[in-house]
C-alpha cells in the first residue's frame, strides 16, 4: 500500500497528483514518482540518466526522501511553472519608480506560485525629506500596504494564497510603527512579519541602554533598548508576529559571506537568501529509517541515511537545471550559488522509535548524531558532484573558512579543498506541511507530534459526513506491533506536553548542523508569564538560534470561543403580544459606520427606534455597503434582527449572540479591541445602541478558550483542528495549510 491512511491519499490527490484536462496524468502516487524522477534524471549525461532515474525513484519511493511540493506538483508535467517554493525579492531601492518596479517583480514571481520576502529597511521613514518634490516621505509601511493590496489581488485571480514575508531592522525609524502594524483592523494580512535584530541591539538590552534609530546615517530617535524590545515582545505575546530574525549571526555563518548580504527570509523562515536568492527544498524521512521500533534494539538506520543524503544532493542538483523562475535575475542567481536546502522531517516520530523524550538529552544527542551524518554526506556528495560537473560559478576556497564547515572532518575538507563544491549551501529545515500528511502523517519537520489520534470529518456526496480516525505514524506502527497496549508515556510526548525549553534545545541543536535556518515554532502555553515569554527570545539567541518563532494561543492568534452562560441567567421578560407590531410611519434612529478588516468599503448600520409605554426601544434594523459580497447574508440577517425587535420584550441577547460569533478567518481590532468577526462587530453598535435607549443592557458574556491546545477553525472546511507548526497553518480535518 503506498499510502498508510486515506487522508493522505486524498491529499495527494488534491495537491500533488498531475491531472490534466482531457485525461491523462498520475493514477497513483507510485506515478507522481516515476514522472518526478524521470524529470530530474534528463538533467543527467545520457549515459548517466538511466542510473540515476532508478536511484531517484529508489528514495522517493515509501516517501524516504520528501522533495518540495512545487517539485512533487510541477516536475515532469511540462506546465510553465517554478519547482522553487520561496524567493527573497531583490534590494528595494528608496525612489518611487525602482519601488514599483519591485512591485512588479514580486506580482510576477507570486503569480507564477513562489512566495517572497523583502526587506523593507532601505526605505527612508516617514516625515523624511523627499529632495526634489518638496514632500515628506510616507515610509515603508505605506508601501507594505501596496504590496499586501497586490497579493490580495494575486490571490483573488488565482488558487494558491500569496505568502510574503515583510521585514525591517530594529534600528529603523518607524520599528515600532512596524511591529504594532497588525494590530490595526485588516493591515498587512498577507504578510508573515519579521524583525530583523542585530547583536549591538542584544548588546545594547543586556546594557539596558539607549538605542538609536537610524536610516542613511542619520539619528531620528533615541529609544531605550528595553522600552523597544518590550514592545517587540508584547505585540508577539498578543498575536504571534512579529517573529524575530538575528540578521547579523545569519550574516556572519552564511557560506557565501564573501559573495552576497542576506537581507531577508523567505516567508517560512528556513532560508535567509540575498537578493533574487531561491529556495529549493526537500526533506529525508527519518521515521522511515528506524529499525526494530520500540525495541531495545531501536537504531536509524545511518548507512541507508547517508546514501538517501548523496541521492537528495543529485536530486535537487538537478532541478535547479530543469526548473523554471518568473524572473531571469533569480535565475542567474540560483544557477551561480547553486544553493539547495536538505532537511528532515519525521524526527520526533524516529526519536519515540527509539525511545526518546523530544526535548530530553538523548533526543537532543540523536538529533545531532543523524543531522550530522546529513551535514557531512551532503558536502562530500557536493565537493564529488564538483569533480564530475564542476563547482558553483561563484566557489571560492575561502568558503572552507566558514563557521558553517567547522563541524565537517579532515576527509569532507580535504575533499573540498581538492574538488571544491557544487552547492554554495546545502542544508535547510523546511516547513514540511501537508507533505508530511502526505508519507502517512509523520510528524512534521523538527517539530514535535501535535496529536497522535485525533477525528476528522469527511463529507459525502450526499452533504452528510462521515468520522474518520487519523494516527500519527509513530502510533499506527506501535498498534500494528502491539495492539491495543497503551504505548509508553514517557517518550509518546506531544505539543501540550512540552516547556518553551524544550522546543529550544532541539531548535539549538539541529541549528548547529544547518547552513540556512530552521522553519520552527516554539509553542508556549496560553497563561505563560510574560516576562517568561520575552526570555524565550533571549535564551533562543544565547542558545546559537538564526531566529525565533513563537505561538501562544489566544483570541487573536485563534483560540476557539465560546459563549460561558452566567450560572443564574434572568429569564427574558415575554412579549406582551406574539404578534409582529405594526410600523409607524416615520421613526428616528442613528446609523453607526463600521469599518472592517478585508472590506473595501465601510459598513453602515441603521437601528430606528419606537416610543412605546416602557420607553424608547429598537424597532427595525438596516445594514448596509458598497460592498456587494455581504448582501445576500446582511439583508437576511436585517429581516430575522427586525423581526425580533418588532415583538417587543427584552431584545439584548441578540447583541449577544451576535458578539460571540468566531469568524475561522481571523477577526480584527476595532477602536483598539479584538473582535472576532464582523458579525460580532455589529452585535457590538447594536449593544452600544441598546446602552442609549430604555431597554434593558445586555448581560457580561465571558469568553474562554474550548479545550485544546491553540487550534483554531480552518478557512477551507471551517473545522476547528488548525495548529501553528513551522510557522505555518495546517488543518488536521482537510489538510489545508498556508505555505506547503
Known sequence: ?????????????????????????????????????????????????????????????????????????????????????????????????????????????????????????????????????????????????????????????????????????????????????????????????????????????????????????????????????????????????????????????????????????????????????????????????????????????????????????RFLDNVIDISRFPLEAQDVEARMKRRIGIGVTGLADALVFCGARYGGDEAVALTRRWLAIIKQESYRASADLAAEKGAFPLYDPQILDAPNLAVLDDETRARIAAQGLRNGCLTSIAPTGTISLVAGNVSSGVEPVFAYAYTRKVRQPDGGAREEAVEDYALAVWRTLYGDAPPPAAVFVSAQDLTPIDHLRMQAAAQGFVDSSISKTVNCPEDIDFADFADVYVQGYEMGCKGLTTYRPNAVTGSVLSVTPSKNPAAPAPPAEAKLLPRPEALGGATYKLKWPESAHAVYVTINDTEGSDGRRPFEIFINSKNMEHYAWTLGLTRMISAVFRRGGDVSFVAEELKAVFDPRGGGWVDGHYVPSLLAAIGAVIERHLEHSHAPAPAAVAHEPKPGFGKAACPRCGAFEMVRKEGCDTCFSCGYSKCA
Request: with cysteine; net charge negative; proline share 5%.
Open 1 to 313: 500500500m503506498p499510502f498508510d491512511n486515506a487522508f493522505a491519499s486524498e491529499i495527494w490527490s488534491a495537491k500533488y497528483r498531475f491531472a490534466p484536462h482531457g485525461g491523462g496524468g498520475d493514477a497513483s502516487v507510485e506515478e507522481t514518482w516515476a514522472r518526478v524522477a524521470e524529470a530530474v534524471s534528463r538533467a543527467e549525461a545520457p549515459e548517466r540518466r538511466e542510473a540515476f532515474r532508478a536511484a531517484a525513484l529508489d528514495a522517493l519511493t515509501d516517501f524516504r526522501f520528501l522533495p518540495a511540493g512545487r517539485i512533487l506538483a510541477g516536475a515532469g508535467t511540462g506546465r510553465a511553472v517554478t519547482l522553487f517554493n520561496c524567493f527573497v525579492m531583490g534590494e528595494i531601492p528608496d525612489d518611487l519608480s525602482g519601488i514599483f518596479e519591485h512591485l512588479r517583480e514580486a506580482a510576477v514571481t507570486l503569480q507564477q506560485g513562489g512566495g517572497v520576502g523583502m526587506d523593507f529597511s532601505s526605505i527612508r521613514p516617514t516625515g523624511a525629506l523627499v529632495r526634489g518634490v518638496g514632500a515628506d516621505a510616507s515610509g515603508p509601511l505605506s508601501f507594505m500596504d501596496v504590496w499586501d493590496s497586490m497579493c490580495r489581488t494575486i490571490l483573488s485571480a488565482g488558487q494558491r494564497r500569496g505568502a510574503m514575508m515583510g521585514c525591517l531592522r530594529i534600528d529603523h525609524p518607524d520599528i515600532e510603527a512596524f511591529i504594532d502594524a497588525k494590530r490595526e483592523p485588516g493591515r498587512l494580512r498577507n504578510f508573515n512579519l519579521s524583525v530583523l535584530v542585530t547583536d549591538a541591539f542584544m548588546e545594547a538590552l543586556a546594557a539596558d541602554a539607549d538605542w538609536p534609530l537610524v536610516f542613511d546615517g542619520e539619528v531620528f530617535r533615541v529609544v531605550r533598548a528595553a522600552e523597544l524590545w518590550g514592545r517587540l515582545m508584547q505585540a508577539t505575546y498578543d498575536a504571534a508576529e512579529p517573529g524575530v530574525i538575528f540578521i547579523d549571526r545569519v550574516n556572519e555563518n552564511n557560506n557565501l559571506a564573501y559573495c552576497e548580504r542576506i537581507l531577508a527570509s523567505n516567508p517560512c523562515g528556513e532560508q535567509m537568501l540575498p537578493a533574487y536568492g531561491a529556495c529549493l527544498l526537500g526533506s529525508i524521512n527519518l521515521a522511515r529509517l528506524v529499525d526494530q521500533p520500540f525495541s531495545p534494539a531501536a537504531t536509524l538506520d545511518e548507512a541507508r541515511l547517508a546514501d538517501l543524503t548523496r541521492v537528495a544532493v
